[in-house]
């Protein structure tokens, strides 16, 4: 095994571990306010399980199948695994967009003022949460019901010319021609719509956050540095998650288009795409987790631990 190998294969399995490590953390504490402190649930916190759900199974549908071509198994998936693994991936990646864009959305209407002319929409969010969730399943099935049809097991390993494929699976090359420009732009016009509508909320957010910090010094004492208010301390949260949202989107589109009209496959670049594209599940709930007090806590306590055991290694 060639070093570079090793380092994706450790890239890969670290991915992994901490993925579900980090949304399994993020699930339990929501789903512990749901049951056990249900005075403290919020609407948005539904969100945030239905994304660590889809950010759970697009980590595994992911990366299983690189683990394992790491490591040198060939075969791993025949055409049924390929088509339920690529389709299962391909619709949780979307369901991330669009997850991510009514988090976005959900906090900009959470956070306008009274007066705006979004203030009527504050009243009827709870509301639009579920059925939501099922237009973004629905949507994005059938936008990927395609792959059922084009995808088969990769038997030869010696693929020439352009398509999608990896180590186990690739698109029939007979069918691909016929379907691949209204495949992709049916993708171009979903991702175009909710990029739309993230940047427009995350742009709304900001100017938001400008408006207040700029009445802030005229409304507080210029001696007292008051705590932001859990609103504010949200929507820098789910700002940076927009960022990294948008970094890692666009860089694996880049480089999937790139790898689908190359003629010569480069699967060393494809396991390093596999890693950028895995990046946005696998850092989401350490950002959601960012402020949460119980993890703060927990924090706190380890590190008052560590220094604890390191005083007394000193003095012995």
């Given at each position: 095994m060639l070093a570079s190998d090793a380092i994706l294969e450790f890239f890969f399995i670290s991915q992994i571990c901490i993925g579900l490590m980090g949304n399994s953390v993020l699930f339990k504490l929501k789903m512990c306010?749901?049951?056990?402190?249900?005075?403290?649930?919020?609407?948005?916190?539904?969100?945030?399980?239905?994304?660590?759900?889809?950010?759970?199974?697009?980590?595994?549908?992911?990366?299983?199948?690189?683990?394992?071509?790491?490591?040198?198994?060939?075969?791993?998936?025949?055409?049924?695994?390929?088509?339920?693994?690529?389709?299962?991936h391909r619709v949780t990646r979307g369901l991330s967009i669009c997850t991510t864009t009514l988090l976005s959305a959900y906090q900009a209407i959470t956070i306008s003022p009274v007066h705006s002319k979004w203030a009527w929409l504050k009243l009827k969010l709870s509301t639009c949460i579920y059925p939501s969730f099922l237009f973004f399943w629905v949507i994005n099935m059938l936008i990927y019901i395609h792959i059922i049809k084009t995808v088969v097991a990769n038997l030869n390993f010696t693929i020439v010319g352009s398509g999608y494929s990896t180590l186990y699976c690739q698109t029939n090359q007979l069918e691909h021609h016929y379907y691949s420009m209204a495949f992709l732009s049916v993708i171009l016009i979903r991702d175009l719509l909710f990029v739309s509508l993230m940047a427009w909320s995350s742009l709304y957010m900001v100017t938001l956050l400008y408006k207040h910090r700029r009445r802030a010094p005229h409304i507080h004492s210029p001696t007292l540095s008051p705590r932001p208010s859990p609103e504010i301390q949200a929507t820098h949260i789910i700002l940076l998650l927009v960022s990294c949202f948008v970094f890692f989107y666009f860089s694996d589109n880049f480089i999937t288009l790139y790898l689908f009209y190359r003629h010569e496959k480069n699967w060393r670049l494809k396991r390093m795409n596999g890693i950028i594209s895995s990046c946005y599940p696998v850092i989401c709930p350490f950002v959601l987790m960012k402020n949460n007090k119980i993890v703060s806590k927990c924090i706190s306590s380890i590190s008052k631990m560590r220094m604890t055991f390191s005083r007394r290694t000193v003095k012995r």
């Open positions: 306010t749901f049951i056990t402190r249900s005075h403290l649930k919020k609407p948005i916190d539904v969100i945030f399980i239905h994304l660590t759900l889809v950010n759970v199974l697009t980590i595994m549908f992911k990366l299983m199948p690189d683990v394992m071509s790491s490591f040198g198994v060939r075969h791993f998936l025949d055409d049924v695994g390929c088509k339920a693994t690529l389709f299962t």
